[in-house]
Structures are given as structure tokens and as C-alpha cells.
């Protein structure tokens, strides 16, 4: 069992970045919503409290239940968790006479402190509260102060409970990663044993035992997190992981049989479906993207259970569900309104009656890879940039016709080369071509044309959450316009898309 930091969530945007920078430093942490406490608490060296939108005065803001937690197990409270512990101990909180977001330093740091040891004075942290700590009760030490915070950090005496007004787990507090480090290394006394090999050898082994002769089956989908999924199987369980690869006629040019090729090569038992008649067919008419995106899920759904039950006994379903899936859907703010149909397997219908088997289920995006790499899979199938389940179906606005597909995947064909010929495939997080519902006027030779928009899109991310347009050289998005309106035929203007998420979302639908 591993040890483990407990994180409890009050819902802040910023939760999941304190749990990526633990796994940073080799420590195994989970996310859990502040009302959800695990029972067990036997592998727990530690718990963090997160921030949060809520203020401790709301009425109904959150409370969490820790009497099975302090003073028996390293506590930190970030933000909203540090003033729940000074409100909740008999502290004064109130609304701060000068709000303070963004970088702040430190000007007082108590070098004593285990928390604060190695800190530098004034260095810079990163600050987001609407709510100060005035006053803190009589066995509360002052451990850091900022010029406008007196109580930036606290420890309570004759415990291993701290409190910290700022957030070390964002970029901008600079020397937050050394405070984490102090937390989980010296304070909760964590081994950092957390790494891509360890992670391999105890999920294969827990994978052959629970498993053991049973047969697997699994959808890929030439992306990532499939992929590296199928291989942690594949050394479990070998032959008995049966991997379906469905074309569903949105792929990427040439992508089925390149993709196939590369499984082969890698030992994988799969079988390749040509199903993409019918998608096309099923998709006639259709042009609203949750729409689309359910036509698409069901034709799969039907498509892989027809192939599935082809297979003799099968017990399990295997799904390349990553962490990030996992907190979103018991998120301490319940699941989002709409979590778009494209992002897993998912849903498979209760009539399958296979149990889920989900191996990289507590991994985040950046971390599948690197077990990938341990694992030494191929770089092509690692650095390749996301590429939703519906492929090229929520890439052309409006109905999807054959003749759309074609004219998208010889565009994006040209674009995603490009990257390559010019060595900036890498250097980007995503890249994509969206085909528009709109024609333009446009003029080759000596006639008039009314064809097709294309807008190009590429991004910087690190797990999709945010992400940035991507500032490509001029001199290429030259190069890659005239090439796509010189080769493609029906297309005659390209634009490029400089909008970041948030507002807007990677996608277009």
C-alpha cells in the first residue's frame, strides 16, 4: 500500500495543482471532497486542506470533520484551510481591508520552523483571499508574515498542525515546491517512492492478481491513455487482452492502418474494425454537437459490443480513465452540467455485464506518459497530441458528410506535417483544423470562388485544463496557408485561432 497525502477538497480551483506538485516530489497523494473522508486512514502520513471559493463566515460554507485527523496525523491548511483552523479554534477571520491577489513576499519567516526551514526571506509567494486572520488563538505561533498579512503562516503548538495564507502549489509562489517538501518529507516523514517504475511493477502485479485468467477486453483508440493502458495489461495478462481499434471514418488521413501497423509492432492482440460507413450513415443530418457526439458514442457502443461478444468469455472491460476523470465526477461540487460524451468509453450499457478495470486511474496526463517512457513504448504514440473520441466529428461544424471528412483530413494532414517538417510538433500541446459552416468569397486564376473557411488551432498545456494559442512563426502559417488552399480542393481562406482557454475551450463543439 502506498503512502499517501490526503488532500481535502473545498472545491478550489487550485486543488489539483497541490496534488500535481506532490507527485512532482515522488509522493503519492489523493483528492477527496472534505465531506468524504476515507474510512481507512492506515497508508495516510499526512493531510492537506485545500482553498476554496467559500469564506469561513458563509453560512453553509464547508466543515470539514476532523477529530479523527488532528493531532494524530500531520495537518496544513492552505488558504481557506488555514483560516477554518483559526475560526474553528477560537480565531478572529474578517473580510481583509486590503484585498490581496497575486505575488506577495514574505517579510518575516521563522527559520526555527520545520514548515518555513530553507524559505527565503522575502521571497515571492502567490496570494488569492478576500479574508485575513486578525487575530489567532494563544497556542498559535506566527511562522511568516507578508507587509500586508501579519498571519501569512501559522503552526499550533504542541501538534504537527500548520496554516498558510498563500498557495505554494501555484508557479508563482517560487519557493512553494521547498515548503511542500518540508510538509511531506520532513513533517509527515513520506519516503518519495512514488515513481513511473514503481508504479509499473505494483500495478502489474496487482493487475495478474486481480485478474488472473481472465479475458480482457479494450477499445483503443491510437491515443495515450489507451494506449498505455493496453501495455501495462499486455505485460499483466498478456494474451488474454483482446484490443478492438474501431475506424468510425473520423480519423485522421491514413490514421487506422498507421495505427494498427504500430500495435502490431508492439506485441498487442488487436483487431482493426472498419465501421465507418456506418458512422457516416448514422451521422446524415445531424448537425448539433452533443447531437453528434452521441450518435458517434452509441454507434461505438453497439459496434464494440457486436466485436466484444465475438470473444469467448470475456470478465473485464478495460478503460484508459485517467485521474482528472476520477475527481470530476466526485468533484465536492458534484459533476459538471454537461461532461462532454467524447471523453471516455464510458456509459457502456449495463448488458455488457463486464466489470471495469481502469489501471491509470490514478495517474494525471503528464504522469501516463512518463510511465509510458518507463515502459519504453514509442515516442510517437506518447507525444501524440490529444485527439478527442469523435475525431473529426466535432471538428466540422454542422453535418458530417464524406466529402467534409475528406477535405478536413487532407487540411489537417498538411497542418500536422507541417509541425513535423518544421520541428514544432513538440513544442506544442495540441494542434488541430476546424472546418467552418461558412463559405468565402475568394479569387484563383481569373475566376471568383465560394469555398470553404478552415481554421488552424494549436495550443500550450500542460494537462488541458488552461491552455494558450500557440505563437507559430509567421513564416510558417504562411507556408501551411498556401499550401492547404493550393492542394485541397474546396477550400480558399485559412485562419488561425488566437484564443485561450478560459473563455474559450480547446475544441470548437
Same mark, same amino acid.
Given at each position: 500500500? /502506498? ?33 468524504? @473522508? ?7 502520513? =499526512?493531510? @492537506?486542506?485545500?482553498? +476554496? ?51 506577495? /513576499? ?13 524559505? +527565503? ?26 507587509? !500586508? $498579512? ?6 499550533? !503548538? ?11 502549489? $501555484?508557479?508563482? +509562489? ?42 480482457? &477486453? ?57 465501421? +465507418? ?19 458517434? =458514442? ?69 504522469? &501516463? ?48 506535417? =507541417? ?8 513544442? $506544442? ?50 507556408? @501551411? ?12 481562406? $485559412? ?15
Amino acid at each position: 500500500m /502506498n503512502e499517501t497525502i490526503l488532500i481535502l477538497d473545498f472545491g478550489s480551483q487550485y486543488t489539483q495543482l497541490i496534488a500535481r506538485r506532490l507527485r512532482e516530489l515522488n509522493v503519492y497523494c489523493e483528492i477527496h471532497p472534505f465531506n468524504k @473522508i476515507p474510512n481507512d486512514l492506515s497508508a495516510v502520513k =499526512g493531510v @492537506i486542506l485545500s482553498g +476554496s471559493p467559500f469564506s469561513v463566515r458563509d453560512e453553509g460554507s464547508p466543515v470539514p470533520e476532523l477529530s479523527g485527523i488532528r493531532k494524530k496525523l500531520p495537518l496544513l491548511g492552505i488558504c481557506y484551510g488555514a483560516q477554518f483552523l483559526a475560526r474553528h479554534d477560537g480565531g478572529d477571520v474578517q473580510p481583509s481591508k486590503i484585498r490581496e491577489y497575486g505575488r506577495a /513576499n514574505l517579510g518575516f519567516i521563522d527559520g526555527n520552523s520545520k514548515l518555513m526551514h530553507g524559505i +527565503s526571506l522575502n521571497c515571492q509567494v502567490w496570494m488569492s483571499h478576500g479574508d485575513t486572520i486578525l487575530n489567532i488563538p494563544e497556542n498559535y505561533e506566527i511562522i511568516s508574515s507578508t507587509e !500586508s $498579512v501579519k498571519v501569512a503562516g501559522f503552526k499550533i !503548538s504542541g501538534e504537527e498542525t500548520y496554516g498558510i495564507q498563500f498557495h505554494p502549489e $501555484v508557479y508563482h +509562489s517560487t519557493e512553494g515546491s521547498m515548503l511542500l517538501k518540508n510538509y511531506v518529507v520532513d513533517i509527515c516523514g513520506c519516503r518519495q517512492e512514488w515513481t513511473a517504475d514503481s508504479f509499473v511493477e505494483t500495478s502489474v502485479d496487482s493487475l495478474r492478481k486481480k485478474l488472473r485468467n481472465d479475458k480482457v &477486453v479494450l477499445g483503443l483508440s491510437g491515443g495515450v491513455d489507451s494506449s498505455v493502458a493496453a501495455i501495462l495489461l499486455h505485460k499483466a495478462i498478456g494474451k488474454n487482452l483482446y484490443c478492438i481499434f474501431v475506424d468510425n471514418g473520423l480519423l485522421r488521413k491514413n490514421e487506422f492502418a498507421e495505427v494498427l501497423h504500430s500495435y502490431k509492432d508492439l506485441g498487442l492482440n488487436v483487431k482493426g474494425v472498419d465501421a +465507418s460507413d456506418r458512422f457516416l450513415d448514422a451521422l446524415k443530418g445531424v448537425g448539433e454537437p452533443e447531437k453528434k457526439r452521441k450518435v458517434i =458514442g452509441n454507434t461505438f457502443i453497439d459496434v464494440f459490443d457486436h466485436e466484444a461478444h465475438l470473444i469467448e468469455d470475456v470478465k473485464w472491460l478495460a478503460q484508459g480513465t485517467i485521474y482528472p476523470d476520477v475527481i470530476e465526477s466526485v468533484s465536492v461540487k458534484g459533476p459538471s452540467a454537461t461532461i462532454k460524451s467524447h471523453h471516455n468509453v464510458g456509459g457502456l450499457p449495463d448488458f455488457m455485464k463486464l466489470k471495469i478495470v481502469e489501471p491509470l486511474n490514478a495517474l494525471f496526463k503528464d504522469e &501516463v506518459r512518463r510511465i509510458g517512457r518507463s515502459m519504453n513504448m514509442p515516442g510517437f504514440i506518447l507525444n501524440r497530441h490529444p485527439f478527442p473520441g469523435p475525431g473529426l466529428g466535432i471538428r466540422i461544424l454542422g453535418e458530417v458528410t464524406p466529402e467534409k471528412v475528406r477535405v478536413l483530413q487532407e487540411v489537417d494532414h498538411i497542418f500536422i506535417q =507541417g509541425l513535423r517538417d518544421d520541428n514544432l510538433y513538440d513544442k $506544442v500541446w495540441q494542434s488541430l483544423a476546424v472546418l467552418l459552416p461558412v463559405s468565402s468569397v475568394g479569387v484563383m486564376g481569373d475566376e471568383r470562388t465560394y469555398e470553404n473557411v478552415v481554421a488552424l488551432r494549436a495550443v500550450g498545456s500542460t494537462d488541458g485544463m488552461t491552455a494558450d494559442w500557440s505563437h507559430l512563426p509567421y513564416e510558417f502559417l504562411s507556408k @501551411i496557408s498556401n499550401k492547404i488552399i493550393n492542394q485541397v480542393k474546396g477550400v480558399n481562406r $485559412v485562419v488561425y485561432d488566437i484564443s485561450s482557454k478560459p473563455p474559450s475551450t480547446i475544441e470548437w463543439e
